[in-house]
């Protein structure tokens, strides 16, 4: 029987350039899909997974991040006199156990990979853990690691999330060369990180989900320099399909949004919007008159 998955790591260390001026003062996780930051999605998509622990690596100027999943005692005393217990309680839903959330700093930007490393001490010897990137935020049912969970158990080995990608795009991602194709999963032969247009092995990219065994982060002990002069956790998994440790891809049931661009941010706002009861009806008619004003501008 595999050992079950139940710590995170997100690494969180990013300086969110893309999203200036407003990443000068605040965390790019801590930017709100709706009324809810990024973060909080990817720790809800965690939780439903059975994650217990969750590893933040982070970098200078993200105590805001920090601050969020804290007690906020005078908001929650004052949101309780006025009997507005709705708010009360999904404030409460955000606070995390003492001893639940560590954090532990990058101090130099050399990759995925040495960020991932950089929480090897919180991570027993002999523990598989998952990675999650809060960039990628996935409206699925149930969540994305939920469906990695339940096809690990099968499996074991490591696991990465997957998803169809054009050809012309598969520079931009991992991209797996697939050995057997099983449907939803995939055993991979090997892994490429962000290959030259036209080499691709397949279209299958792969995006900010994974589960891995104990001896990727032994590989990454090495610290070897891979695509960029940076230490790559693509290589790392790599290593694990050379060593016949089986490497495995889900391709997942959901829409991803990438929301470390602009225009996945602005999408996934849009899709999250249509999702709430309440804002859907006055948000759905707001669009259609753009949509209506823009054609009739043409």
Not at 25 to 51: C, H
Not at 150 to 177: F, H, I, N, R
Request: glycine content about 8%; hydrophobic content about 40%.
């Amino acid at each position: 029987m595999n050992r079950k998955v139940t710590k995170a790591i997100f690494p969180v260390a990013g300086l969110g350039t893309r999203f200036l001026p407003a990443t000068k003062s605040i965390p790019k996780e801590i930017m709100t899909l709706v009324d809810r930051p990024l973060i909080q999605y990817a720790i809800d998509e965690a939780r439903a997974a059975g994650i217990k622990e969750f590893i933040f690596v982070t970098s200078r100027g993200k105590g805001a991040l920090e601050d969020y999943f804290d007690h906020a005692h005078e908001l929650e005393a004052s949101l309780k006199q006025k009997g507005k217990n709705d708010l009360l309680d999904m404030l409460r839903e955000t606070n995390m156990e003492s001893g639940a959330i560590a954090y532990i700093r990058q101090h130099k930007a050399l990759g995925l990979g040495h960020a991932v490393w950089c929480a090897r001490r919180l991570v027993a010897e002999d523990e598989p853990f998952a990675v999650i990137l809060t960039d990628d935020v996935i409206m699925g049912e149930p969540p994305c690691l939920q469906q990695m969970i339940e096809a690990y158990e099968e499996t074991g080995g490591s696991m990465v999330a997957t998803m169809e990608v054009p050809a012309e795009k598969a520079q931009a991602y991992g991209v797996l060369d697939v050995a057997e194709d099983m449907g939803a999963i995939v055993k991979a032969r090997g892994m490429v990180e962000k290959p030259a247009p036209g080499t691709a092995p397949s279209n299958l990219a792969v995006i900010g989900r994974y589960i891995l065994a104990p001896t990727v982060m032994q590989n990454l002990n090495k610290l070897k320099q891979g695509s960029g002069g940076e230490i790559q956790l693509t290589d790392a998994i790599a290593d694990e399909i050379e060593a016949d440790r089986g490497v495995y891809g889900l391709r997942f049931r959901g829409q991803r949004f990438d929301c470390g661009s602009k225009a996945g941010f602005l999408q996934a706002t849009v899709a999250f919007g249509l999702e709430r009861d309440e804002l859907r009806e006055e948000f759905s008619d707001y669009l259609a008159d753009v949509v209506s004003m823009r054609r009739a501008a043409e």
